[in-house]
């Protein structure tokens, strides 16, 4: 099993930054990416961002593309997610995944990821 703890939520104005954080424990050797998803009232959840633990290798949604940045530190098992000029339309509850499949590409889809976190709210007013 894979436990997985976000933090770094709240409220920050348009143009503003936020950097969550999610620190996985248990047998986090076992997985081979971890993701940001996110979902919105009323929308489905969507993929955010997602990197290899291995190669760094990273992916993201074109809506964050040049905006968030994800990065992670074997050493604390902690994936991050840079999130800078932030939109109204970011609002949303924000969840940290982790998959163990190997794959060509960094996957993008919730199917792949088994493990969840409980979420964090990020809301950003205008």
């Known amino acids: 099993q894979v436990q997985l703890v976000e933090f770094g939520g709240g409220l920050v104005q348009a143009g503003g930054s936020l950097k969550l954080s999610c620190v996985a424990s248990g047998r986090t050797f076992s997985t081979n990416y971890m993701g940001w998803f996110r979902q919105a009232p009323g929308k489905e959840r969507e993929f955010v961002a997602a990197i290899s633990w291995t190669y760094s290798t990273t992916r993201y949604a074109d809506s964050v593309k040049g905006r968030f940045t994800i990065s992670r530190d074997n050493a604390k098992n902690t994936v991050y997610l840079a999130m800078n000029s932030l939109k109204p339309e970011d609002t949303a509850v924000y969840y940290c995944?982790?998959?163990?499949?190997?794959?060509?590409?960094?996957?993008?889809?919730?199917?792949?990821?088994?493990?969840w976190g409980q979420g964090t709210q990020v809301t950003v007013s205008s």
């Open positions: 995944a982790a998959g163990k499949g190997l794959t060509v590409s960094v996957p993008t889809t919730e199917a792949f990821y088994g493990y």
